[in-house]
């Protein structure tokens, strides 16, 4: 092995100071340029034995999740480092990117009932308003096809193209669907039949997200990625009929203002999914003439996997990061659980966090987390006490009756009633309680 | 740092709250693991709080690991022998650097001890480097400059 930038006499030949030995003095000099074997900084090296954690989850580290047994029937997707979207194999941990981030994906089973996700043209209920569909060659993220919406030429109108749908007044629907970039157009997407129909406006010139209106306005989703745009609308069906439109409109001006179009036009619109009685979007699933139901994440710690980490019959921290999708659903969104509903760790409620042990309920209240956003949050325990602790509150303690320090397993995301549907960037335990106990 | 959970979830903490807490240990504290810096990951432990050097953290003595000089020690393991290295030690009372061959395994040291060989006499270590390579002197000069501006003493006392 060899130093990093030396000469074979071992000099630094760049120009700039030199001692009086005629040594180069680099002022940003770091040891490990040096490339040492081994290198201990006081500064920087020293660790207490009670900072040292048993467990820690890290997605940026995928053999750190090894210690995780997956259970999930089938395939499910999941996005690279490159936002390019990538097949996980049944019964595998996902390690999704948000934003470039690693993060564990958890989501509860769902269903794409938007039956040809694989090529527009080729579900049944289009309205043609002035344009064809059809499949291009260029894929979407190197996974599905990609569809392709070509215009007619028109006066006074704008492109539209119209997917319609068949759902139940009261339900609501989420779709999602990607739409490339195009330079000079604007998009209205639209969903819904009845009173007050969603809509969320963006530039597909590169500035994305304009406004959303409508009954659902603030369940939107739009999310760049390489020369694409995800885009999610919640739509509450309220017409009476059993028909609702997905309504994609292409205006060449910010106004959104009928034109005349004299040259033929091409979009790109593809990983179209409809979500029904769903309020989030979730992960896309692939369809082919039929619609698919993607199966919940299963994610455990258990058996001597477990008992290596954890202080059984003692006391314990857990941290974790998380983003929720959702601030409740059922019986909340659990985060870390053991091997009942007497053993919750942390689970979300109501936008809070809270910790139970089959008697008492330990919560962040009033300090809330904020959906789509980066959470950071802890629970300590000992024999007697819980304390919780959310994006820096105070810890808020309540007592206890030993179960938590009596868990034998750890469910990452998934519990009964109340699965997670998010994404977990950390999870560190400490086998002691903190110093706030 | 101690474990408190409003330091632990606060936003302000790094997005890398693991090393935030490795790289602050309090003044007084046993050391039970040293992080290797390189990325190599030899770790060095001690798990037995009788024989772990304790950690100054504090203005007035400036940062280092104390050695009791009696039983204190932390351990290394390496996968592979070291042939013709330099093993460079920092501490309050000097510098001390030397050839050194090392077989794989299992390796104690102190401020002034590596595998049964001294170097100097000091019980305060600022730093310890190993290369796996013989380090030119030009360089040994450069890595000295550096360890003095954290606390080192340049030149061993007699």
């Known amino acids: ?437 | 740092m101690a474990l408190n959970l409003s330091d632990l979830t606060s936003p302000s903490t790094s997005d890398d709250v693991l090393s935030d807490i490795y790289t602050t240990a309090d003044q007084g504290d046993g050391i039970a693991l040293m992080i290797d810096l390189s990325d190599n990951e030899i770790d060095a432990t001690q798990s037995t709080a009788l024989y772990q050097p304790v950690a100054y953290v504090n203005s007035v003595d400036g940062t280092f690991a104390r050695f009791d000089g009696i039983d204190d020690r932390m351990s290394f393991t390496l996968a592979s022998p070291i042939i013709n290295g330099t093993v460079f030690f920092a501490t309050k009372n000097g510098c001390h650097s030397a050839a050194i061959n090392l077989v794989a395994g299992t390796h104690d040291f102190t401020a002034n001890e590596l595998s049964s060989v001294s170097y100097g006499s000091s019980n305060d270590l600022v730093a310890l480097y190993l290369f796996d390579y013989a380090v030119p002197e030009a360089q040994i000069s450069q890595l000295t400059s550096y360890v003095v501006s954290k606390g080192a003493a340049e030149n061993s006392s007699p």
């Open chain 1, 1 to 437: 092995m060899s130093p990093a930038l030396t000469t074979e006499a071992g000099l630094f030949p760049q120009a700039g100071l030199y001692n009086r030995a005629g040594l180069y003095l680099r002022s940003g000099f770091a040891p490990l340029d040096l490339n040492p074997l081994l290198a201990y900084d006081a500064e920087s090296s020293m660790v207490a034995p009670f900072e040292q954690p048993t467990l820690d989850l890290d997605p940026s580290n995928p053999s750190s999740l090894d210690i995780i047994t997956a259970t999930r029937a089938g395939v499910a997707t999941y996005t690279d480092a490159n936002g390019v979207v990538q097949s996980a194999s049944a019964d595998t941990v996902r390690v999704d990117h948000v934003d470039g981030v690693p993060m564990i994906l958890v989501e509860p089973a769902a269903t794409n009932r938007f039956t040809h996700s694989e090529g527009v043209n080729n579900y049944s209920n289009l309205g043609k308003a002035n344009c064809s569909y059809s499949v291009d060659s260029n894929p979407f993220g190197g996974f599905s096809a990609s569809c392709k919406i070509t215009s007619n030429t028109f006066t006074s109108s704008y492109v539209r193209a119209v997917l319609q749908f068949y759902s139940v007044s009261g339900e609501s629907n989420y779709f999602t669907f990607r739409v490339k970039k195009k330079s000079g157009w604007f998009l209205n997407a639209q969903s819904g039949n009845g009173t007050s129909p969603s809509s969320v406006i963006l530039d597909l010139s590169g500035a994305g997200y304009i406004s959303s209106s409508g009954t659902t306005a603030s369940s939107y989703l739009v999310k760049e990625f390489n020369d694409y745009y995800l885009v999610g609308i919640e739509t509450l069906q309220t017409g009476t009929t059993t028909a609702g439109l997905l309504n994609l409109q292409f205006y060449n001006n910010s106004s959104l203002a009928n034109y005349d179009l004299d040259t033929v036009e091409e979009f790109f619109v593809t990983g179209i999914q409809w979500e029904n009685n769903s309020t989030v979007a979730t992960s896309y699933i692939p369809t082919s003439g039929s619609t698919v139901t993607r199966a919940a994440d299963n994610l455990v710690i258990s058996g001597s996997d477990f008992t290596d980490f954890f202080n059984s019959g003692g006391d314990g921290t857990f941290y974790a990061e998380a983003v929720f999708r959702q601030d409740n659903n059922g019986d909340g969104q659990s985060l870390l659980y053991g091997q009942s509903l007497n053993y919750r760790f942390l689970y979300g409620w109501d936008g809070v966090m809270r910790a139970y042990d089959g008697a008492t309920i330990a919560s962040t209240i009033p300090t809330m987390f904020t959906v789509g956003n980066l959470t950071r949050t802890a629970v300590t325990f000992n024999s007697s006490t819980i304390g919780i602790s959310l994006d820096g509150s105070s810890t808020s303690s309540v007592s206890h009756n030993g179960n938590l320090s009596s868990a034998n397993e750890l469910n990452i995301g998934n519990a009964p009633n109340d699965n997670l549907n998010g994404h977990i960037k950390r999870i560190i335990y400490w086998p002691y309680h903190s110093d706030d106990l």
